[in-house]
């Protein structure tokens, strides 16, 4: 999936590069450089997906899941500081009175932009839920079709304006769109950047990630007569921490440990996920003492 996007990076790269030096427009620019960083941050992506596959190694003894969420940031990072220049550069051209810019051949590469980048997010879209590095990729092509459909919609609203006595507001018409675009798309690196905080922290994971996992140790524990535990739940990239300790009598022992531990495992197991499941059972109330929130 990685190597697919890497592809269409370059190609994308290459054709918006060259097609908005010919047409003279900022916005398509920027879409070709969005492709040629999005190049090189998908050859890391690349690079971190096999050494997280790798799993567990002397020296990381956990693995390195925490990549995925690096790359995840790095990634939001990148993004939010191509988006602000270009947005500063925007406000330059419109102080300078705009820019000329062949707007039929503008519409043309938006066209081809649009279909290129939904046919891109739809495909890895359809693989995202296996891998958080992917899911980056995904919603790097998402802002990529945001911005087309934006360009497509501006250059159209230009070229009628040509054809009126406002014509002279077509020439603020790529600026405009680049401003408008970085607004659009500058919630999906924010979300980024929060995601690989949030997972680098160790903080609590997303409602849809963690509610069904504590309705299913709630039914597990319920089923073998086990107490409510204090639930510690962490998100690591594709690993998911899940520590439970449960306060009970003397007469429990390892083996009902065991039972829930296996149980959790066949239930929670889904593509794309790590489990690293710990069963606690021990009998002092002070030992373990509920985390307030």
Same mark, same amino acid.
């Given at each position: 999936?990685?190597?697919?996007?890497?592809?269409?990076?370059?190609?994308?790269?290459?054709l918006?590069?060259?097609?908005?030096?010919?047409?003279?427009?900022?916005?398509i620019?920027?879409?070709g450089?969005?492709?040629?960083?999005?190049?090189?941050?998908?050859?890391?992506?690349?690079?971190?997906?096999?050494?997280?596959?790798?799993?567990?190694?002397?020296?990381?003894?956990?693995?390195?899941?925490?990549?995925?969420?690096?790359?995840?940031?790095?990634?939001?990072?990148?993004?939010?500081?191509?988006?602000?220049? =270009? #947005?500063?550069? *925007?406000? /330059?051209?419109? +102080?300078?009175? %705009?820019?000329?810019?062949?707007? @039929?051949? &503008? $519409?043309?590469?938006a066209?081809?932009?649009?279909?290129?980048?939904?046919?891109?997010?739809?495909?890895?879209?359809?693989?995202?839920?296996?891998?958080?590095l992917?899911?980056?990729? =995904? #919603?790097?092509? *998402?802002? /990529?079709?945001? +911005?087309?459909? %934006?360009?497509?919609?501006?250059? @159209?609203v &230009? $070229?009628?304006?040509?054809?009126?006595?406002?014509?002279?507001?077509?020439?603020?018409?790529?600026?405009?769109?680049?401003?408008?675009?970085?607004?659009?798309?500058?919630?999906?690196?924010?979300?980024?950047?929060?995601?690989?905080?949030?997972?680098?922290?160790?903080?609590?994971?997303?409602?849809?990630?963690?509610?069904?996992i504590?309705?299913?140790?709630?039914?597990?524990?319920?089923?073998?007569?086990?107490?409510?535990?204090?639930?510690?739940l962490?998100?690591?990239?594709?690993?998911?921490?899940?520590?439970?300790d449960y306060?009970?009598?003397?007469?429990?022992?390892?083996?009902?440990?065991?039972?829930?531990?296996?149980?959790?495992?066949?239930?929670?197991?889904?593509?794309?996920?790590?489990?690293?499941?710990?069963?606690?059972?021990?009998?002092?109330?002070?030992?373990d003492?509920?985390?307030?929130?």
């Open positions: 999936m990685l190597r697919v996007s890497i592809a269409a990076a370059v190609a994308f790269a290459v918006g590069i060259g097609w908005g030096w010919l047409a003279e427009s900022s916005v620019l920027l879409d450089a969005y492709a040629l960083i999005g190049l090189g941050l998908g050859l890391l992506s690349l690079h971190a997906a096999r050494l997280v596959e790798g799993g567990p190694t002397p020296k990381y003894p956990f693995g390195r899941e925490a990549l995925a969420p690096l790359m995840v940031g790095i990634q939001g990072m990148v993004l939010l500081g191509t988006f602000g220049f =270009a #947005s500063f550069d *925007a406000v /330059g051209v419109i +102080l300078e009175g %705009g820019s000329e810019t062949a707007i @039929g051949s &503008a $519409l043309g590469y066209a081809v932009s649009l279909i290129g980048s939904v046919g891109l997010w739809w495909y890895l879209r359809s693989r995202a839920a296996e891998s958080e992917v899911q980056a990729e =995904a #919603s790097q092509w *998402a802002a /990529g079709w945001v +911005l087309s459909a %934006g360009m497509l919609v501006g250059f @159209g &230009a $070229l009628l304006l040509k054809q009126t006595t406002f014509a002279g507001w077509a020439a603020f018409a790529d600026p405009v769109l680049v401003l408008l675009a970085s607004a659009v798309i500058v919630p999906t690196p924010l979300r980024m950047i929060k995601q690989m905080y949030t997972e680098l922290l160790e903080g609590r994971p997303a409602a849809e990630v963690r509610e069904p504590e309705e299913a140790v709630l039914a597990v524990s319920a089923a073998h007569g086990l107490p409510a535990p204090t639930i510690r962490g998100k690591l990239g594709r690993k998911l921490y899940l520590e439970l306060l009970v009598a003397d007469e429990w022992g390892v083996g009902e440990a065991d039972v829930v531990r296996r149980e959790l495992l066949t239930q929670l197991s889904e593509p794309g996920r790590s489990l690293w499941i710990n069963v606690e059972l021990h009998s002092d109330p002070l030992w003492a509920p985390v307030e929130a």
